[in-house]
């Protein structure tokens, strides 16, 4: 009986241990279903990430490619909008206020002076397109407009081509940075609307030399800003002005001190294209005042010299001092396809001009300003001997401060008093100072 | 005087003790070149240690973000391992009527990195300037190992990249060329990969070996050492530049002061770098 016993436990025994033997085996192939399931699972969503991620990565390619031409367009630009309060009499008080188109006389007007988007296309190293068009009220124009192609062997010469600033350091001294509501009297005269078109080759030594020298040479058609803006197409006399200019730098880094100083030369001609129906308008004065009527084809000098300065030191703050020169023959024409408004008459003058300009900081916000400027539009007569208005020499005291808001809005106020040359032959409101001055407040905001 | 009165007089003269202390804190901003932010933090934390009522706070981004910040006045120093470009100058002319302040303040020499186990251990001037441009392509063509050239670089901002592209590359780098987030980071990347190139500031050449760099085919590989940086063998060797608008004054000229003097030069031999004297 206990023998039949003992076979029984045994048995039994045996049978608990398969039953967990079994049990083992089922729960470890249990779990690696699990691991696998798992695994499956995770496998699935890697390879489903990795889709998304390949997904991802191709329409970064896209944008990276549409982002990559994009960042080759520059645009940048600026508004002035600007009140203007003219203070300008007629010498018996009967006119106040400047001449305005369709009224009488304005003595202030809200003015929108600029309103320029330029357009920056950089399609590989080396090559730049710029196109910089003015919206006015009335028509669009087309200021700068121009391929420049820099040497990529060198880094030292470009070559320009279309429509650019004549090379002056006024001229190119942007507006949208210019201390002043105005350039002088001497610029907007000799170089009128500033730029021109043609070529022009630039060196610039410093960056492969070290050599702080730049050097400007260009070809001009010459008749920019003179006459109807159809006429500016094109050239109008088949001569080509030529401008040339040199700068070179002086920087004492460690005294905060930098001088920049230059010259440039501008040679060209005024060409008879036509003569006038009226026998009166084809009479011109040469430089000592003498009449002669010229023939078509006739050329006068347009020959000018000039010198200039920019000093810029750290004295309690920033500190500006700047100056031009420039002394030459200057023509003109009355012409319709020729006449710079400025210079408005059939003459041949000696000109001389210069300006010197003060500007200091005042804090981080402030800026005052201060320039007086001359242009005598006849060296060779003074007083009253000048007959007409237009040989009258003018001394201009201008005087401005600007708020900067930050780097992009700016307040201007600016006043110019223009003190003109006295004389009892060139008309009633030159026998003495005429009342001319103006007050511009000015916001600008640029991007 | 009544009790409450007292407790409220005390209570004003904490705040207003408080509220001074906070203002007479002088905070000194530095902004700029990623090469001398190690040298430019140690600079900071130890004059910050001595002078307790200083803050300066420095960071990087690239010499040309330090130059950018300093012209929209950001930023009071601007740091930078390349001299100021003559369009930074004129932009600081136009804005500030200043030709801005030049500090050089420590001497450095521009490493090339090459990994430990690569064959090649040195390169001219014309070499690197082939690899860097596309030209050289494969290591056997400058005597290495049949591989392909990987390249690690700086980006466009970083005074390093203009150096290098100036003074090596002499043109553009080519496209294929990586760039990274600091010298540090190309280090890391040439460490990784037996047939990688970077380049970067000698004080951070751990982990990889410096190449011998020679300035003409026929001239013998110098490695970049106080030594040969110093006497001007070494032929990539630069000043690093602090750039200020205007004169410092106050505490910022203090801590400049403080900077080229033999305690702040010691720290530019400390992180790696050369004094300028």
Sequence with gaps: MKKILFTGMLFAACLVNAQEKANDTAISKSVDTLKTNELTKLKESVEDHSMKLAGYEERFSALESVVNELSKIKVSGYIQAQYEMYDSWASDGSQHGIPVTGSAYEDNSFYLRRARVKFTYKPVDGVNFVLQPNFEIHQVTLKDAYVQLNDRWLNTFSLWVGQFSRPTYEIEYSSSSREFAERTLMTRTLYPSERDQGAKLEADFVTKYNVPLKLQFAVLNGNFGEGALANQAKDVDNGKDVMARGVYSLKFPSKGLGIDFGAHTYLGKTTVIALDSNPANNIFKDVNNNLFTPAVGDQFKKELFGAEMQLYYDFLGGLSLKSEYIRGTYSGTIHTAQVNTLFNANKIRNVEGYYLSLVKNVGKVNEVSLRYDVFDPNTKLSGNNVTTKDDLRYHNWTFAWQYYFNDYIKVMACYVLPLNEKSLNAGADYKKDKHDNIFTLRLQARF | ?277
Excluded at chain 2, 94 to 105: D, N, R, V
Excluded at chain 2, 122 to 143: A, F, H, M, P, R
Excluded at chain 2, 208 to 223: F, I, R, Y
Aim: hydrophobic letters at 40%; proline letters at 4%.
């Design chain 2, 1 to 277: 005087m009544k009790k409450s009165n007292l407790k409220l007089f005390a209570l004003l003269a904490v705040i207003m003790t408080v509220g001074l202390s906070f203002t007479a804190l002088k905070k000194i901003t530095v902004k700029g070149s990623d090469t001398m932010v190690i040298l430019s933090q140690k600079w900071a934390e130890v004059y910050m240690a001595k002078h307790p009522g200083t803050v300066i706070q420095v960071t990087g981004g690239g010499s040309g973000v330090g130059l950018a910040a300093l012209l929209n006045g950001s930023t009071e120093i601007a740091n930078a391992s390349r001299p100021i470009k003559p369009a930074e100058v004129q932009k600081l002319k136009s804005k500030f009527k200043t030709a801005g302040i030049e500090i050089p303040c420590a001497k450095d020499g521009l490493s090339v990195f090459l990994n430990k186990n690569n064959k090649v251990a040195e390169l001219s001037i014309q070499q690197l300037g082939d690899i860097y441009s596309g030209k050289v392509t494969n290591w056997k063509e400058v005597g290495g190992d049949d591989a392909k050239i990987r390249l690690y670089g700086r980006e466009s901002s970083s005074g390093t990249f203009e150096f290098f592209r100036e003074h090596v590359v002499k043109g553009d780098f080519a496209a294929n060329v990586q760039t990274l987030p600091g010298t540090a980071a190309i280090v890391n990347a040439v460490a990784k990969d037996k047939y990688s190139i970077g380049y970067g500031g000698a004080a951070y050449a751990e982990g990889v070996k410096d190449c011998k760099v020679k300035k003409d085919a026929k001239s013998k590989g110098v490695l970049p050492t106080a030594a040969t940086i110093k006497n001007k063998t070494y032929p990539i060797s630069r000043y690093l530049f602090m750039y200020l608008k205007s004169k410092p004054t106050g505490e910022t000229k203090a801590f400049i002061d403080w900077i080229l003097s033999p305690e702040g030069q010691k720290l530019v031999v400390e992180t790696g770098y050369f004094p300028v004297k």
